[in-house]
C-alpha cells in the first residue's frame, strides 16, 4: 500500500504541473488524501468593505495573475475615494506554497484587508480528493491579522460548466469547515456563457482566460471585496468589451452573487 501511495502522489504532482494551474487527474477508485490537523479555533469572518483603505493580496497560480492590473482599473472608476493597493504573489497551488517563510512574513508584516486565495487542487475527473487542509491553513492566516479570506473557485474548463458547480462546491466545503468568503466565478462563467455562448472568454488551450474571460473573473472579486455591485460599473473603455458586452458581464456578476451568498458575515 505505501508503494501504491507513492506512485498515485508521483502521477497526481506530475498532472497538476502539466495543467497550466488546473490539475487534470484520471485515477480510480477515488482516494482521499489526508489532511494535516488544523492549526486554530475558527474566527468569524472580518467585514472590511466600509473601510477607507484597502490592502489587496492575491495568492494563487496563472489563473490570478491578470487579477491586480484589473482589478486596480475597476477599482480607479469605481471607487476612487478609496486607496487601493493590490499586489499578486506566488504562481503555484496553495498546499506546494503553504511553508513558504516570504509569503507567510509577507501576511505577517503588511496590514492586509483582503486576502484572495486561488489555487485549492482538483481533479477533473473527480476521482481524487485532494487535500483541503492548507487553504484552511491560509484562511486562517487572513483572519488572525483581521484581513477577510477570499476563495478564488476558477472557472471551469471549456465545454465543462459542471466543472464550476464542482469545483464551486469544494470551496463552499472549505468554507463550511473555515469561515471565509466564496466568490461565485465559475458559476458565473456558466451564466454568462448560457446566455452568450460566442463570447470570447476562452484561451486557445480552453482553460485559461482570454482577456474578456478575465474581466468577468475581476467583476466577481471586485464586488466580493468591497460589496459594491459590479451592475454599477460605469463603461471603462480601457477594459475589453463593448459597452453592452460590460454591461451584461456586470449584470450577470451580480446577479450570481446575489444568488450566491459570497460572505456569510
Same mark, same amino acid.
Given at each position: 500500500?505505501?508503494?501504491?501511495?507513492?506512485?498515485?502522489?508521483?502521477?497526481?504532482?506530475?498532472?497538476?504541473? $502539466?495543467?497550466?494551474?488546473?490539475?487534470?487527474?484520471?485515477?480510480?477508485?477515488?482516494?482521499?488524501?489526508?489532511?494535516?490537523?488544523?492549526?486554530?479555533?475558527?474566527?468569524? %469572518?472580518?467585514?472590511?468593505?466600509?473601510?477607507?483603505?484597502?490592502?489587496?493580496?492575491?495568492?494563487?497560480?496563472? &489563473?490570478?495573475?491578470?487579477?491586480?492590473?484589473?482589478?486596480?482599473?475597476?477599482?480607479? &472608476?469605481?471607487?476612487?475615494?478609496?486607496?487601493?493597493?493590490?499586489?499578486?504573489?506566488?504562481? #503555484?497551488?496553495?498546499?506546494?506554497?503553504?511553508?513558504?517563510?516570504?509569503?507567510?512574513?509577507?501576511?505577517?508584516?503588511?496590514?492586509?484587508? &483582503?486576502?484572495?486565495?486561488?489555487?485549492?487542487?482538483?481533479?477533473? #475527473?473527480?476521482?481524487?480528493?485532494?487535500?483541503?487542509?492548507?487553504?484552511?491553513?491560509?484562511?486562517?492566516?487572513?483572519?488572525?491579522?483581521?484581513?477577510?479570506?477570499?476563495?478564488?473557485?476558477?472557472?471551469?474548463?471549456?465545454?465543462?460548466?459542471?466543472?464550476?458547480?464542482?469545483?464551486?462546491?469544494?470551496?463552499? $466545503?472549505? /468554507?463550511?469547515?473555515?469561515?471565509?468568503?466564496?466568490?461565485?466565478?465559475?458559476?458565473?462563467?456558466?451564466?454568462?456563457?448560457?446566455?452568450?455562448?460566442?463570447?470570447?472568454?476562452?484561451?486557445?488551450? $480552453?482553460? &485559461?482566460?482570454?482577456?474578456?474571460? /478575465?474581466?468577468?473573473?475581476?467583476?466577481?472579486?471586485?464586488?466580493? %471585496?468591497?460589496?459594491?455591485?459590479?451592475?454599477?460599473?460605469?463603461?471603462?473603455?480601457?477594459?475589453? $468589451? *463593448?459597452?453592452?458586452?460590460?454591461?451584461?458581464?456586470?449584470?450577470?456578476?451580480?446577479? *450570481?452573487?446575489?444568488?450566491?451568498?459570497?460572505?456569510?458575515?
Amino acid at each position: 500500500m505505501k508503494i501504491s501511495l507513492l506512485v498515485l502522489t508521483s502521477l497526481l504532482l506530475l498532472s497538476a504541473c $502539466g495543467s497550466g494551474g488546473s490539475p487534470t487527474v484520471d485515477v480510480t477508485p477515488v482516494e482521499k488524501i489526508a489532511e494535516p490537523p488544523s492549526v486554530s479555533e475558527n474566527l468569524a %469572518i472580518p467585514d472590511n468593505r466600509a473601510l477607507d483603505n484597502y490592502q489587496v493580496l492575491i495568492i494563487g497560480n496563472s &489563473h490570478s495573475q491578470p487579477m491586480q492590473k484589473l482589478l486596480s482599473i475597476l477599482f480607479s &472608476h469605481g471607487l476612487n475615494d478609496k486607496n487601493v493597493a493590490i499586489e499578486t504573489r506566488a504562481a #503555484s497551488f496553495l498546499d506546494v506554497i503553504v511553508d513558504n517563510e516570504d509569503l507567510i512574513s509577507l501576511i505577517e508584516t503588511k496590514s492586509w484587508t &483582503h486576502i484572495i486565495l486561488q489555487g485549492q487542487k482538483y481533479s477533473q #475527473s473527480q476521482s481524487v480528493q485532494y487535500s483541503t487542509a492548507e487553504t484552511k491553513i491560509w484562511i486562517q492566516r487572513a483572519k488572525n491579522i483581521g484581513a477577510t479570506p477570499i476563495l478564488f473557485p476558477e472557472h471551469p474548463q471549456q465545454g465543462n460548466p459542471q466543472e464550476a458547480v464542482y469545483v464551486h462546491s469544494i470551496h463552499e $466545503g472549505i /468554507a463550511s469547515e473555515e469561515s471565509a468568503c466564496v466568490a461565485p466565478v465559475g458559476l458565473t462563467w456558466n451564466k454568462v456563457l448560457a446566455i452568450e455562448p460566442a463570447l470570447d472568454l476562452y484561451h486557445a488551450d $480552453g482553460n &485559461h482566460a482570454k482577456e474578456l474571460g /478575465a474581466l468577468l473573473t475581476a467583476l466577481v472579486l471586485y464586488q466580493v %471585496i468591497s460589496g459594491e455591485a459590479a451592475d454599477l460599473l460605469p463603461y471603462i473603455d480601457e477594459l475589453p $468589451g *463593448t459597452e453592452s458586452t460590460q454591461a451584461l458581464l456586470g449584470q450577470l456578476a451580480s446577479q *450570481t452573487i446575489a444568488e450566491n451568498l459570497a460572505c456569510n458575515f
